[in-house]
């Protein structure tokens, strides 16, 4: 007997960030496409909404997009057409030490590193920004295949492979440097006396010279909308409050594509895995969570180092060492008393997000996967130790545990924003070592999400590699 009638080419389950990259690649290529989602709405882990105040936007997940601005992908797509408009700060980064002083990252690797007074800063970026096109062409692609550009990837993946720590002690000069690049190394949310934390802080301080550390205006919604209206205007659908639990629930396809887990795949499309394969999804690890709190503020944070009231982004937590261990802690399994915090002020770039004269905050601290402990206390202690006053300006807070990120977005397992681990080998080679990660066994069947190479952020490179493994299926089967 003949099965039901194939309704599309391709149809991808979940629409996230990834989820919508890759049927914007297929549709593109001329594929019917149709992208289910269990939300209300489509994003995944980049949303926004009024979740304190009227008038006040917030970002449930992602709130600065280095890696979106720097996507070869989403750049190719013209986004702008579609309302997308990166906002960018005067100063990328900053993070405050004790005594009123910060690190600051901006644009130039030079300005950095002269505002730093650590030339180290540019001999530890500098060329790897003059390459950046060649490395991210490299690095942001399947790992276990011939490099485009070896030299390129050689100089790259020689410091990457250290501790963050150990580089930034040999290749940094000063406090205020040290404790930087140990701040943007730590958005991997692991241990960073671990070999691989140093590649973190590289390709996110290289991302940020070469394409900056920007907000989207509006919130990060606007990313998703636009992606959605550039996929609605290649033919592509979306179906929104539909969870898929069982691969034959959904219609006919020449393929399907999972932006979930490792495991949801596994477990949506049951037999049609080889057990063998099912069983080493298993082994995929997840990391921490987070625990974030979000802030309707009277007006802007009184942070004491000036350049702090100029950033985007603003990583709390003081030195080098102190970041070192708020993150081992949290690596052990336990709450730090002391935790290194994470603040994005879009509304400093942004004024769309805040009635005029308040300001919006984002601030995320990480957690044991799992979490149910409120953690508001010592991120406002942390916040207060740098911006005396702050909690005077509160006019309200919405906090999210990680056990709540879990229900919100399955792919949040315990809370991991990650969509993994990102330590040891699984940093490169995720969901399972392999040449092509983005194909499964069964050759109708992809995974698409940031469980996959390249790993987390709003890029949507593990959408686009899958599809054009997709695509190749779909030739093929023509
Ligand atoms: C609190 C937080 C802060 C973050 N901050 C940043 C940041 O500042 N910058 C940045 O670049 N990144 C940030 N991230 C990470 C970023 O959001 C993710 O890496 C990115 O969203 C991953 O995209 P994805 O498409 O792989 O998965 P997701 O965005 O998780 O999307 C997966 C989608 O699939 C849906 N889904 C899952 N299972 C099913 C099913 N069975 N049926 C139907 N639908 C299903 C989900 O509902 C979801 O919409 C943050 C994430 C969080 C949670």
Known sequence: MPGPPIEYDAVIVGAGPNGLAAAAALAGAGASVLVVEQDERPGGGCRSAELTL?????????A??????ASPFLRSLALSEHGLSWLHPEVLAAHPLDGGSAGVLLRGVQDTARALDDPGWRRLLGPLVTRWDDVSDSVLGPLLRLPRHPLALAAFGVRALWPATTLARRALGTDAGRALFAGIAAHSVTALERPLTAAAGIMLAGAGHAAGWPVARGGSQAIVDALGAHLASLGGR?????LVTRIDELPRARAVLFDTTPQAMADIAGERLPARYRH??????????????????DGPVPWTAEPCRRAGTVHVGGTLDEVASAEAEVARGRHPERPFVLVAQQSVVDP???PSGKHTLWVYCHVPAGSTLDMTGAIEAQLERFAPGFSDLVLARAVTTSVELATYNPNC???DIGGGANDGLQLLFR???SPHPHRTPAPDIFLCS???????????????WAAREALRHLEGAA
């Open 280 to 297: 080493r999804l298993t082994r995929f690890r997840y990391g921490p969570g987070v625990f974030k709190i979000d802030y309707a503020l």
């Open 238 to 242: 979306i179906e929104t409050g539909r």
């Open 450 to 464: 940031s469980s996959t190479h390249p790993g987390g952020g709003v890029h949507g490179m593990c959408g686009y």
């Open 413 to 415: 397992v315990g809370g």
């Open 431 to 433: 969901p399972i070592m």
């Open 54 to 62: 009227p008038g006040f936007v917030h970002d449930v997940c992602s």
């Open 352 to 354: 769309t997000r805040a």
């Open 64 to 69: 600065v997009h280095p890696t979106g601005a």
